[in-house]
């Protein structure tokens, strides 16, 4: 079966004074036995300098296990087309890391043009910010492809995504460092297509996370959409 990672970070973070380098995440990979994995860049390093979206293209033209994303800037910009991006990442758009939205950014008018852009680009893009600010920015999109992480876990409570989101069937979610329960209950209640595996690297470890996934009571058919066919399917990799 094959096993993609959707959710890894990679390269110098300046918040943190660490870095994650490729041969981590291989090492963790081949530890791992998952085949492909999601790379994108630390939210710091990104915002103070967007420079570091090209190097993690340059990275994943060598290393072919790398699925690169763009991270999103504060201006908006959205993912480059035919640059070989597969996907994005949006955190906390002009706001705080991890703890608060700033809502100002819903009202910039340059999110509407940043929103239909991307539904004619037509990739997938993490999505992190509070869940009033996710529910805003769904809203304004019928078929834009957004994965929340951690199956809400940073912006709000689970539940409360998952009952705001549960007829959205644009928006999906990544298992990453959420409980087994958890997921298990997203499981049951929007089903397997919409569920995908992340690690969270260097926050979660891969064969930690992945061996959470493995242990479900799900069937194999349905862990292998979570492992990489929903994955494969967003990215049009498939
Ligand atoms: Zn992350």
Avoid at 24 to 40: C, D, H, K, M, Y
Avoid at 77 to 97: A, C, L, N, S, V
Avoid at 98 to 105: G, I, L, V
Avoid at 145 to 172: Q, W
Wanted: glycine content about 6%.
């Amino acid at each position: 079966m094959e096993i993609i990672d959707s959710h890894t970070h990679w390269g110098p973070s300046v918040t943190m004074g660490t870095e994650v380098t490729t041969q981590e995440i291989l090492r963790q990979a081949e530890q791992s036995g998952v085949n492909q994995i999601v790379v994108f860049p630390f939210p710091s390093t990104a915002l103070a300098d967007e420079g570091v979206n090209q190097r993690l293209l340059n990275e994943a033209t060598k290393i072919k296990e790398f699925i690169p994303y763009y991270y999103i800037p504060e201006t908006m910009k959205p993912i480059p087309d035919r640059k070989r991006f597969y996907g994005g990442k949006w955190h906390w758009m002009r706001g705080t890391q991890d703890s608060s939205s700033n809502y100002r950014a819903l009202e910039d008018p340059k999110l509407g043009e940043f929103i239909e852009a991307s539904e004619e680009i037509d990739l997938p893009i993490v999505f992190e910010e509070e869940l009033a600010f996710t529910e805003a920015f769904v809203e304004r999109t019928k078929n834009l492809k957004i994965i929340i992480p951690h199956l809400g876990m940073l912006g709000g409570n689970p539940i409360d995504f998952l009952s705001t989101f549960k007829a959205r069937e644009n928006v999906y979610f990544d298992t990453a460092l959420a409980g087994s329960n958890m997921v298990m209950e997203f499981i049951e209640s929007i089903g397997h297509e919409r569920i995908l595996f992340g690690s969270d690297i260097p926050f979660g470890t891969m064969k930690w996370e992945l061996e959470k996934v493995l242990s479900l009571s799900i069937g194999d058919d349905e862990k292998e959409w979570i492992l990489s066919k929903n994955l494969l399917r967003l990215t049009r990799l498939a």
